[in-house]
């Protein structure tokens, strides 16, 4: 995903992608695999997953098992993208996402899911669109934009939280 629509313009920019990507996290209940978040580490390391995130390397788990976490992981990762890109558009820059904006993760989500997932381009862009829809119904809701706008100022003068700390403030700002 090298387009550059996609890159942060600036502080704030990056701030509201990294909270869109946190407010997707816990409101599809996968918190349990955030360890953290910071404004301040390197570019594609804002976001900290637990070590069990993506891990498939039990024999003694069943493939079907593995692929359906693959699957779910995959799911959980998309959503999370979108986030960042539906929370910088509608909640900072009030208009709404583009081709130009998800045509880049789409096909980022068709590779991966042919490589770690053997799902074909329809399978894929049925698992985007699933992805898409639920991130647009909570970026497009009032409430989350006071959550996501709330959030951010948090997070501009913590400059990192624990998954644990993310949770809790979202909790607080009316998120669950």
């Known amino acids: 995903m090298n387009d550059s629509s996609l890159r942060y313009s600036d502080e704030r920019d990056k701030t509201y ?8 996290i816990v409101a599809l209940d996968g918190e349990k695999y955030l360890s ?14 637990s070590y069990d995130y993506g891990m498939r390397g039990n024999p003694r788990i069943s493939a079907k098992i593995i692929w359906e976490q693959a699957v779910n992981d ?14 910088r558009r509608y909640v900072l ?3 709404p996402l583009g081709s130009a904006d998800t045509e880049a993760i789409r096909l980022a989500v068709r590779s991966e ?3 770690h997932c053997e799902l074909d381009n329809d399978e894929a862009d049925r698992l985007f669109d699933g992805c898409l829809s639920y991130v647009l119904r909570i970026f497009r ?20 939280m624990s998954g644990a700390e993310v949770t809790e403030l979202l909790s607080s700002l009316g998120l669950r």
């Open 17 to 24: 992608g990294i909270a869109g990507m946190a407010i997707t």
């Open 36 to 49: 953290g978040i910071s404004l301040d580490a390197e570019p594609g390391e804002h976001i900290a997953m």
């Open 74 to 87: 995959l799911r959980l990762s998309t959503s999370m993208v979108l986030g960042n890109i539906a929370c």
């Open 93 to 95: 820059g009030h208009r």
């Open 113 to 115: 899911a042919g490589t």
């Open 141 to 160: 809701h009032p409430g989350i934009q006071e959550v996501a706008h709330s959030f951010c100022g948090r997070l501009a003068q913590r400059r990192s």
